[in-house]
C-alpha cells in the first residue's frame, strides 16, 4: 500500500531514520531497477549524512538488463555502487556482504591491525513503499520477519535481525517518501505499480508506458501483440492511442459496437507490463534526456 505522505509524516520518518543512523554502520538503498531515480527520495544524500552507502537496484528481473548496467555506471560516476538483485529468488543477494564489507575497508582494516577482531556489519535497509524492502529483509533473515506495508510513524522496539554471520539488519525498515510532485516520476511509480491502484487515472498511465514502450520496445510489442510501431510520430497523441487501441483490440477490450474500451485495454496493459510479461522493460534511462536529477 502507498502512504499518502504529508509534510508530517516526512519529517517524522526523516527523524526515524537519523535515529536509526547511529546504531548501523551501513545503509542499504533499495531502488526499483525500472526506475532508479523516480524510486529515488529526493533529499536522501541530506538525510543520510555521509553514512557509506550501498544501492540496490531491486526487481532486476523485470528491469532490461542492459539498461540496468547503464545505472549501475552511473551510480558509479556518483561515486556509489549499485547491485542489481531480485529480492524474490534471492538472486545475487550473496553479494551484499562483501559489497557492505568494502566500503568499510578502512574501518576493518584498522580494527584488525589493532588485533579487534570485526563484529558483523549493521545495516538499515531504507527505501519508498513497494520498493521490496519487507521482502528482502525476510529473504536475508531466511524467515518472514517483516510485514509487508509498514507505515511511517509507528515505531516498534529495535530489533537486530541476523543475516549470517556478517551481517545484522535493523528488523524495521527506513521508509522513504518519493519526489511525486513531479508528473514524471508519478507516472512512472504508478506503471511500476508503487503507488496505490485506486487512485490510479489508468489511462494517463498506460498512454505514458505505451509511449515510452513504442520509443524503446518496438520489439516487445511486436513480439507481444504482434504490432509494427516502425514510423509512429510520438509527438501525436492520437497515435499513441491507437496504439493502445490496437493492444486493446487484441486483448479482447471491446465495448458493444466493436469499440476498444480503453479503461481496460489500460489496465490490462499496465498489469502485463508490471508482471512482466511484456518482457523485461525499464521505464527510464540514464540517457533518457530528462532531467532526472535528485537533488533539485
Ligand atoms: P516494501 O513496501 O518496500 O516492504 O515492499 P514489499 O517487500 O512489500 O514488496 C512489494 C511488492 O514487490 C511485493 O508484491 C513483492 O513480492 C514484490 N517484490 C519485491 N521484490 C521483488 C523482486 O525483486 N522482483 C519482483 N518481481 N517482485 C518483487
Known amino acids: 500500500m502507498t502512504i499518502q505522505w504529508f509534510p508530517g509524516h516526512m519529517t517524522r520518518a526523516r527523524r526515524q531514520i537519523e535515529e536509526k543512523l547511529k546504531l548501523i554502520d551501513v545503509v542499504i538503498e533499495l531502488l526499483d531497477a525500472r526506475i532508479p531515480l523516480s524510486s529515488r527520495n529526493p533529499m536522501i544524500d541530506e538525510i543520510l ?13 523485470l528491469a532490461d538488463p542492459q539498461t540496468t548496467q547503464a ?39 584498522r580494527q ?34 517483516a510485514a509487508t506495508g509498514d507505515k ?11 543475516a549470517g554471520s556478517e551481517l545484522e539488519l535493523l ?24 503507488i496505490r491502484d485506486e487512485v ?6 498506460a498512454f505514458f508506458a505505451v509511449k515510452y514502450m513504442v520509443q524503446y520496445y ?6 507481444r501483440f504482434s504490432l509494427d510501431v516502425e514510423g509512429i510520430d510520438l509527438e501525436n497523441p492520437q497515435e499513441v492511442v491507437e496504439v493502445m487501441e490496437a493492444i486493446g483490440r487484441k486483448r479482447g477490450c471491446l465495448q458493444s459496437g466493436g469499440r476498444v474500451d480503453l479503461e481496460k485495454a489500460s489496465t490490462l496493459i499496465l498489469r502485463d507490463l508490471r508482471a512482466g510479461k511484456m518482457g523485461r522493460i525499464s521505464l527510464e534511462h540514464p540517457d533518457d534526456g530528462v532531467d532526472l536529477s535528485v537533488e533539485r
Open 200 to 205: 490510479l487515472p489508468w489511462e494517463e498511465v
Open 171 to 194: 528488523d524495521t525498515p527506513g521508509i522513504l517518501w518519493p519526489k511525486f510532485e513531479d508528473p514524471g516520476v508519478g507516472l512512472r511509480l504508478a506503471a511500476t505499480g508503487a
Open 218 to 223: 518496438e520489439e516487445a510489442l511486436k513480439e
Open 49 to 61: 549524512q555521509g553514512k557509506p552507502r550501498l544501492v540496490l537496484l531491486n526487481k532486476f528481473d
Open 112 to 145: 584488525l591491525r589493532k588485533g579487534i577482531q570485526p563484529r558483523a556489519v549493521r545495516a538499515l535497509i531504507v527505501g519508498i513503499p513497494n520498493v521490496g524492502k519487507s521482502t528482502l529483509i525476510n529473504r536475508l533473515a531466511g524467515r518472514k520477519v
Open 152 to 162: 511511517p510513524g509507528v515505531t516498534k522496539g529495535q530489533q537486530w535481525i541476523k
Open 71 to 109: 545505472w549501475v555506471a552511473y551510480f558509479k560516476r556518483k561515486g556509489l555502487d549499485a547491485l542489481p538483485i531480485d529480492a524474490v529468488t534471492g538472486n545475487q543477494m550473496k553479494e551484499i556482504v562483501p559489497r557492505s564489507q568494502a566500503l568499510l575497508k578502512e574501518k576493518i582494516e
